[in-house]
């Protein structure tokens, strides 16, 4: 049974990285069976458990995995082996992207429907990941994770990111404010915004892609197009992924993680 998305090829084999599935744990109920989110209401033991068989699918000790609060925001942390856990179990407070150059430690991000991307520039030895919900892909999440690792050597040529699991145009419908946030965001990248579908759910609603606003980003801020990864898995309507506005907000998370070879 295959628990992750591996990508460690295409991460040139210096970094090793990958999107966990739903299926291969331990979780019962709406959580079956892949959880790896301790916040959803799961069984704590169950979710342990769920992390440590990922953590050995991955080589890594499930201690060295550094996730963040992903409270919707745009803000980065830099992680050292002395970075302070003061968020909720364990993690980086109020951190929605994570950037690091120690190969002691491993990124994870956690989602159900929003965007996890991976970011690694194994030439200099950095890696990173960031949480797009709407609000963090609208509000610079993505450029500031590229930022950080540039200030740790990386360089925007050499990066590599990976956009895992998340729902796509063809399930997320969004009103007003959301096309709005997107019209700003499109705005500051010097784009035209996509020409949504319009919903024949509801009026003035569009199907947003939220992880082609990722993916312009990216190429905004100068990611070659060959470094850009998409695996287009939609957790709303394609099978073996939590999806928080499927399941009506009783779902679990899937993870991505990713780390340095020693």
């Known amino acids: ?10 991460l040139l084999n210096k970094v090793s990285g990958g999107f966990s599935r739903r299926d291969g744990g331990v979780s019962q109920g709406v959580y079956r069976s892949l959880n790896v989110g301790f916040h959803v209401g799961d069984d704590a033991s169950h ?14 000790d499930v201690n060295n995995i550094v996730f963040g609060e992903q409270i919707h925001s745009n803000q980065v942390e830099i992680v050292t082996k002395d970075t302070v856990r003061s968020g909720p179990f364990d993690s980086i407070a109020k951190a929605d992207g994570l950037v690091t150059s120690d190969p ?33 892909a609208t509000s610079g999440i993505i450029s500031e994770v590229i930022a950080n690792m540039v200030l ?7 990066i590599r990111v990976a956009i895992g699991p998340a729902i796509r145009s063809c399930c997320y ?6 096309i709005r946030a997107a019209r700003v965001a ?7 915004m996509p020409s949504w579908q319009k ?18 980003e990216l190429r905004t801020l100068g990611i070659v ?38």
């Not at 049974?1 to 295409?10: E, K, P």
């Not at 342990?48 to 080589?59: K, P, Q, S």
């Not at 965007?115 to 709407?134: E, R, S, T």
């Not at 499109?186 to 035209?192: I, L």
């Open 225 to 262: 197009e060959e470094h850009i990864l998409d695996t287009a898995i939609c957790t709303s309507c394609m099978p073996g992924s939590f999806s928080h506005r499927r399941d009506f907000g009783q779902s679990g998370r899937q993870a991505g993680l990713i780390r340095l070879r020693g």
């Open 186 to 192: 499109y705005d500051r990248m010097g784009r035209h």
């Open 152 to 158: 740790l050597g990386g360089l925007q040529e050499r």
């Open 47 to 60: 979710v342990v458990e769920n992390r440590l068989l990922l953590a050995r699918d991955m080589g890594i």
């Open 104 to 136: 002691s430690i491993a990124l994870g991000v956690l989602t159900a429907d929003c965007v996890p991307l991976l970011f690694a520039d194994a030439g200099a030895g950095v890696i990173g990941v960031a949480h797009a919900g709407w609000r963090g």
């Open 199 to 216: 919903s024949t759910i509801h009026t003035g609603t569009v199907m947003m892609d939220l992880p082609r606003i990722c993916h312009d």
């Open 1 to 10: 049974m295959t628990r992750l998305i591996l990508l460690d090829q295409w």
């Open 173 to 178: 419908e969004v009103d007003t404010p959301v």
